[in-house]
């Protein structure tokens, strides 16, 4: 998938962000915590990007989008909780069912550390991993992050509590 593009969210994308969270909710909740039913909406997704901007804003997020050659959303990734004193954030990424097992979570992660070390100028990146998503456990191993110990009850997921393990990669 070489014809992906990825940028850092905008305020005009929030219909199109709202179809993609929309078209991928039951998927994604089978890996992560569900959002608020609210955030399904033009005034709950349109409040979510004002929230990543002012984020970015502030130098704390760093929200960004995936699209495929057509401009469609397939994935997201953000920096978030960007802290300057300690030099670290936390990377995450999400991608569409429909393009899952191609690529675009390492792609979106190295998207990440790029950003983390050029233009945030950070030394060291987070990302949390339940036990029920090994295919992200993955990409972060091919990302040169680290596995640390296993934490029980890391996230509640569709009413279950699942472990898993915090990842680390410390950036040049």
């Known amino acids: 998938m070489n014809d992906i593009i990825i940028k850092t969210l905008q305020a005009q994308d929030a219909a199109p962000l709202l179809r993609f969270e929309l078209e991928n909710r039951i998927w994604f909740e089978q890996h992560i915590a569900p959002r608020d039913a609210a955030f399904y909406t033009p005034q709950g997704v349109r409040r979510h990007i ?5 984020g970015y804003a502030n130098g704390t997020w760093h929200a960004c989008l995936l699209l495929d050659a057509s401009g469609h959303i397939v994935g997201r990734a953000n920096l978030k909780d960007i802290d300057s004193n300690t030099a670290s954030a936390e990377a995450g990424y999400r991608i569409a069912r429909d393009a899952a097992g191609r690529g675009l979570a390492t792609r979106a992660l190295r998207h990440l550390v790029a950003l983390a070390q050029q233009q ?32 029980d009850g890391m996230e509640c997921i569709n009413g279950r509590l699942y472990g898993g393990h ?7």
């Open 166 to 172: 915090q990842f680390t990669r410390t950036l040049r």
């Open 50 to 54: 004002e929230q990543y901007l002012d």
């Open 120 to 151: 945030w100028r950070l030394r060291h990146l987070l990302a949390y991993v339940t036990d029920n998503n090994p295919a992200s456990a993955r990409v972060l191993n091919k990302c040169a992050f680290v596995q640390g110990a296993y934490q």
